[in-house]
């Protein structure tokens, strides 16, 4: 009972070390937890040390005030700072509006899957959401008559053939060949995987009706692959005498690639697939389940890229397939992949699911309260006013009626009837729902714009990313309107400043020269070589590469000139390349070997800089005596080295 008791104190001294105030500026405060998440965030490489710490939290004193000034003077309410922001909102809001949770899980879900290709035959008796309720019950029967016969040990492909709607059942027998994680509609899918192999599923409802499926074989996952085709056509009604024609001409092509012959080159002078000619004969990547199953086989079964097939046949025509590349499934579970695998599901059907889940999550944060049952009463007032006819006086209801509330704001019913209205434009939104299935669209879809509207109040992430952009705004146009406009237009201050601290602004040992930077060594070497000819024109050179070589020219320090030094007058300087790929190299006009002073113009970039600081200092003094700052040194101690 001690140990609890005490583990239980410990666990209130962190939880209040890490909620108490820090700083305190006027009569506002930084929280020793605001400060360790800047501090985390702007120090990744930094090791947290009492030092570090006390040099961050001055930065971030001197951050904290000049924001406040910046608010004091309502630089936050100019309609410039009001665009950005909301601009910024609008770019960020959308990664804030899904359920990351449910996105995570069916992200892992459909790594799991991902691993086998499953081989699938299927029965399907229509019976559509929308279908009468004798329809239905036809349907049902049917699909149970199936089930019996199919504990009866009857084959499967035969029942199909029986029973399924497939208008291709009496050709595949119900085989839908190999699928994979994504080819199916979610449902479908799910059953799929969690079917044993050789077994059957029970009966399963989908919106179009009910199916049976039996998993027929699995097999690790084949992955993606990328091939080129050289596609020999011939007319769909062709006879034996044209397919012979054409097969020969197909070998002929597969013979002189043998030897050698240019593939792409052949595929645009040959190839009649509309599609891929022009491109070399080059397809989008493809995984199981895109083409003709003999088609796919002989795609897979090449070894390795490069890799040119026997001539196939399909009913379309001859193929001869090269392999470019292969892309196999991922074995490890780590975030690249499972990224990749959200994003896939943020593109599925299956999105819908998570949808789901966010608008629950929404309408129990926003407090979601219904107002009005909606029941036959309401469809039947709903039905009225959509066919332009009167409502029954008894139903209660008018289009002022409140319907239900969303955080502060309330929804009338003539809101859902205006909603209704506007459905109606686009009929497959709604066929095979019902008013209760539309209700629910309609509830997700303003519980969706009120959140988004008030994310800020609802998600402290989103707000957080929002103010840290809105007060590096307001920093930026105070320091504009305090600071650096300023100390650029004091052109008197300026030179009064560099007198007095002339001493600070002298060269150091350098030389006069043309710094050259190009995108690679080979551009480098190539702009070396021809500088080398006539260095006196290297503006109209440079000029030549259209953008692709930065120059500039003056006086440098040592420091600032890449290559080995020191180098004489009318050398170029060693290649330096840079860790983005790119080289550096200078050209020497003149070398100086000693110390010497600047002039007020070569000094005049620097003293606005140190002129800037000095002016800075000056204000954050003001400032803290306008905003008196305290630090807390008892909470300090308590930051974790």
């Given at each position: 009972?001690?140990?609890?008791?005490?583990?239980?104190?410990?666990?209130?001294?962190?939880?209040?070390?890490?909620?108490?105030?820090?700083?305190?500026?006027?009569?506002?405060?930084?929280?020793?937890?605001?400060?360790?998440?800047?501090?985390?965030k702007?120090?990744?490489?930094?090791?947290?040390t009492?030092?570090?710490?006390?040099?961050?939290?001055n930065?971030?004193?001197?951050y904290?005030?000049?924001?406040?000034?910046?608010?004091?003077?309502?630089?936050?309410t100019?309609?410039?700072?009001?665009?950005?922001?909301k601009?910024?909102?609008?770019?960020?809001?959308?990664?804030?509006m899904?359920?990351?949770?449910?996105?995570?899980?069916?992200?892992?879900e459909?790594?799991?899957?991902?691993?086998?290709?499953?081989?699938i035959?299927?029965?399907?008796?229509?019976?559509?959401?929308?279908?009468?309720?004798?329809?239905?019950?036809?349907?049902?029967?049917?699909?149970?008559?199936?089930?019996?016969?199919?504990?009866?040990?009857?084959?499967?492909?035969?029942?199909?053939?029986?029973?399924?709607g497939?208008?291709?059942?009496?050709?595949?027998?119900?085989?839908?060949?190999?699928?994979?994680?994504?080819?199916?509609?979610?449902?479908?899918?799910?059953?799929?995987?969690?079917?044993?192999?050789?077994?059957?599923?029970?009966?399963?409802?989908?919106?179009?009706?009910?199916?049976?499926?039996?998993?027929?074989?699995?097999?690790?996952?084949?992955?993606?692959?990328?091939?080129?085709?050289?596609?020999?056509?011939?007319?769909?009604?062709?006879?034996?005498?044209?397919?012979?024609?054409?097969?020969?001409?197909?070998?002929?092509?597969?013979?002189?690639?043998?030897?050698?012959?240019?593939?792409?080159?052949?595929?645009?002078?040959?190839?009649?697939?509309?599609?891929?000619?022009?491109?070399?004969?080059?397809?989008?990547?493809?995984?199981?389940?895109?083409?003709?199953?003999?088609?796919?086989?002989?795609?897979?079964?090449?070894?390795?890229?490069?890799?040119?097939?026997?001539?196939y046949?399909?009913?379309?025509?001859?193929?001869?397939?090269?392999?470019?590349?292969?892309?196999?499934?991922?074995?490890?579970?780590?975030?690249?992949?499972?990224?990749?695998?959200?994003?896939?599901?943020?593109?599925?059907?299956?999105?819908?699911?998570?949808?789901?889940?966010?608008?629950?999550?929404?309408?129990?944060?926003?407090q979601?309260?219904?107002?009005?049952?909606?029941?036959?009463?309401?469809?039947?007032?709903?039905?009225?006013?959509?066919q332009?006819?009167?409502?029954?006086?008894?139903?209660?209801?008018?289009?002022?009626?409140?319907?239900?509330?969303?955080?502060?704001?309330?929804?009338?019913?003539?809101?859902?009837?205006?909603?209704?209205?506007?459905?109606?434009?686009t009929?497959?939104?709604?066929?095979?729902?019902?008013?209760?299935?539309?209700?629910d669209?309609?509830?997700?879809?303003?519980?969706?714009?009120?959140?988004?509207?008030?994310?800020?109040?609802?998600?402290?992430?989103?707000?957080?990313?929002?103010?840290?952009f809105?007060?590096?705004?307001?920093?930026?146009?105070?320091?504009?309107?305090?600071?650096?406009?300023?100390?650029?237009?004091?052109?008197?201050?300026?030179?009064?400043?560099?007198?007095?601290?002339?001493?600070?602004?002298?060269?150091?040992?350098?030389?006069?020269?043309?710094?050259?930077?190009?995108?690679?060594?080979?551009?480098?070497?190539?702009?070396?070589?021809?500088?080398?000819?006539?260095?006196?024109?290297?503006?109209?050179?440079?000029?030549?590469?259209?953008?692709?070589?930065?120059?500039?020219?003056?006086?440098?320090?040592?420091?600032?000139?890449?290559?080995?030094?020191?180098?004489?007058?009318?050398r170029?300087?060693?290649?330096?390349?840079?860790?983005?790929?790119?080289?550096?190299?200078?050209?020497?006009?003149?070398?100086?070997?000693?110390?010497?002073?600047?002039?007020?113009?070569?000094?005049?970039?620097?003293?606005?800089?140190?002129?800037?600081?000095?002016?800075?200092?000056?204000w954050?003094?003001?400032?803290?005596?306008?905003?008196?700052?305290?630090?807390?040194?008892?909470?300090?101690?308590?930051?974790?080295?």
């Amino acid at each position: 009972m001690k140990n609890i008791v005490l583990i239980f104190l410990l666990s209130l001294c962190s939880y209040s070390f890490y909620g108490q105030t820090l700083v305190t500026y006027g009569n506002k405060s930084i929280s020793r937890s605001e400060f360790l998440i800047a501090f985390r965030k702007n120090n990744t490489k930094t090791k947290a040390t009492e030092k570090a710490y006390r040099d961050y939290l001055n930065l971030y004193i001197r951050y904290r005030l000049k924001v406040q000034a910046a608010e004091d003077l309502k630089l936050d309410t100019l309609s410039g700072q009001l665009t950005e922001l909301k601009n910024f909102k609008s770019q960020i809001v959308d990664q804030y509006m899904n359920d990351e949770l449910s996105l995570n899980q069916m992200a892992k879900e459909a790594f799991v899957r991902s691993q086998y290709d499953l081989r699938i035959s299927y029965i399907f008796v229509a019976a559509p959401k929308n279908a009468s309720p004798e329809d239905t019950l036809k349907a049902w029967n049917k699909i149970q008559e199936a089930y019996s016969a199919l504990k009866k040990n009857k084959d499967f492909g035969e029942t199909a053939v029986l029973y399924s709607g497939d208008p291709y059942v009496k050709e595949n027998h119900g085989d839908l060949d190999y699928i994979t994680v994504f080819d199916l509609p979610y449902a479908m899918e799910t059953v799929a995987y969690n079917t044993p192999l050789g077994k059957f599923s029970p009966v399963f409802r989908t919106n179009g009706g009910y199916i049976i499926l039996k998993k027929t074989g699995q097999r690790p996952a084949a992955g993606l692959i990328r091939i080129a085709q050289i596609l020999i056509i011939f007319p769909f009604d062709a006879n034996e005498a044209e397919r012979i024609n054409t097969r020969i001409r197909a070998d002929s092509i597969y013979e002189a690639l043998k030897h050698g012959a240019d593939f792409g080159k052949l595929a645009r002078k040959y190839s009649g697939d509309n599609l891929s000619y022009q491109l070399d004969g080059v397809l989008p990547e493809f995984g199981i389940g895109k083409y003709v199953q003999g088609f796919e086989d002989a795609a897979f079964n090449l070894k390795k890229d490069g890799d040119i097939s026997q001539v196939y046949e399909s009913p379309f025509g001859f193929h001869i397939i090269k392999r470019i590349a292969r892309d196999p499934v991922s074995h490890v579970a780590n975030q690249k992949t499972l990224d990749k695998l959200k994003e896939k599901v943020k593109s599925d059907a299956r999105v819908s699911l998570s949808r789901q889940q966010m608008t629950q999550t929404i309408l129990k944060q926003t407090q979601y309260k219904q107002l009005l049952q909606p029941d036959q009463r309401l469809w039947d007032f709903t039905d009225s006013l959509l066919q332009n006819k009167t409502p029954a006086s008894h139903a209660g209801i008018t289009e002022q009626t409140l319907l239900f509330q969303i955080g502060d704001k309330k929804y009338t019913v003539g809101e859902w009837i205006s909603y209704r209205r506007s459905v109606r434009l686009t009929p497959n939104l709604i066929n095979g729902k019902t008013d209760s299935d539309i209700m629910d669209m309609y509830r997700q879809m303003v519980a969706f714009e009120y959140y988004r509207d008030h994310l800020e109040k609802y998600n402290p992430a989103f707000a957080a990313q929002v103010n840290e952009f809105r007060d590096g705004n307001l920093l930026f146009e105070i320091m504009q309107r305090e600071i650096w406009n300023k100390a650029a237009a004091d052109s008197a201050g300026l030179r009064k400043y560099y007198d007095a601290n002339e001493k600070n602004y002298w060269w150091k040992p350098g030389a006069e020269a043309i710094l050259f930077n190009a995108p690679n060594a080979n551009a480098a070497a190539k702009l070396q070589s021809e500088l080398s000819k006539n260095t006196g024109s290297w503006r109209k050179t440079v000029d030549d590469y259209a953008g692709q070589i930065h120059a500039d020219s003056g006086r440098f320090e040592l420091k600032q000139i890449p290559g080995n030094l020191p180098v004489a007058a009318g050398r170029f300087t060693s290649l330096i390349t840079n860790p983005d790929k790119t080289v550096q190299f200078a050209y020497i006009i003149r070398q100086y070997n000693s110390p010497a002073p600047r002039t007020y113009d070569e000094a005049r970039g620097l003293v606005i800089n140190d002129y800037q600081t000095e002016m800075e200092n000056k204000w954050i003094l003001e400032l803290e005596k306008k905003y008196p700052v305290k630090v807390n040194e008892v909470v300090f101690k308590t930051l974790p080295k």
